[in-house]
């Protein structure tokens, strides 16, 4: 578990622009599920500029340059759709194969947080080194946070305990 925890932080401290990189993001542990390891990770939320800049071939140029005026329309990602659905976090996970010990790349992975009656869910998009995306947390406390890996034929679900300041 250290490898992927000093791996994985970085990686993920690479791709992160530098305006979000000056506070390391938070290791919230990690855990198996068949031969992948998963971690948890949180850190301040992600601009839509920011986000764009770490997507792969998003960097500025291409058929995305239009994302953050898109995102900002979307839940969780602030602009139009009111204070409670503004993004409290960015959070992600790294994906690492226990059996060749790479990340694992290419994964349709969705993440639920749940605290008492509110649920938030998103789909997370595939960062060099790790998937993300902005979620909004409105509330102090303990979540639960469950990550659902869609693999064919091998889905993967692990659980963690994520306190929110």
């Known amino acids: 578990m250290k490898y992927l925890t000093i791996v994985g932080i970085a990686g993920l401290l690479a791709v992160l622009p530098a305006a979000s990189a000056a506070q390391e993001p938070t290791v919230h542990g990690s855990k198996q599920a068949d031969a992948l390891e998963i ?56 994906v690492r194969d226990l059996k060749d010990d790479r990340m694992v790349q290419g994964l ?39 990550v659902t890996i869609d693999r064919p034929g091998q889905p993967a679900r692990v659980a963690f305990e994520f306190d929110s300041k």
Do not use: F
């Not at 953050?68 to 409290?88: F, K, V």
């Not at 938030?120 to 947390?137: E, F, H, K, Q």
């Open 108 to 146: 349709d992975i969705t993440l639920t947080a749940q605290k008492g009656q509110l649920t938030r869910t998103v789909a997370l998009m595939a960062m060099p080194g790790s998937y993300g995306a902005n979620i909004s947390l409105p509330e102090k406390g303990r979540y639960t946070v469950t």
């Open 39 to 94: 971690a948890l990770l949180t850190s301040p939320p992600l601009s839509p500029e920011e986000m764009q800049q770490t997507m792969p071939g998003m960097g500025g140029t291409g058929a995305m340059q239009g994302m953050p005026q898109m995102m900002r329309g979307m839940p969780g990602m602030g602009g139009m759709r009111g204070e409670a659905d503004q993004p409290t976090h960015w959070i992600g996970v790294i």
